[in-house]
């Protein structure tokens, strides 16, 4: 299984893949679009470290938005 085939169904029962999760270096951040880079770490999309990486998040402000 290839990167291209991973997803996880979204809370309005569609699919997400890595595509649909905000690009690299997003800067309007809204709950919305925390709260799905948080389900992709979740559901095995991406790791921590990839989107701490990929939002130049720290692992302390991911943990807020887990929270949130």
């Known amino acids: 299984m ?5 997803f996880f169904i979204g809370p309005d029962g569609t699919p997400i893949k890595l595509d ?3 690009p690299r270096g ?3 951040w809204q709950p919305r679009h925390k709260a799905m880079v948080v389900a ?3 559901h095995g999309l991406i790791t921590l470290d990839q989107a ?7 692992i302390e ?3 807020c938005w887990y929270q949130c």
């Open 2 to 6: 290839s990167d291209d085939d991973l």
């Open 20 to 22: 649909d999760l905000p």
């Open 26 to 28: 997003f800067k309007d």
């Open 40 to 42: 992709a770490v979740r």
């Open 52 to 58: 701490c990486a990929r939002y130049a998040l720290s």
């Open 61 to 63: 402000e991911y943990l």
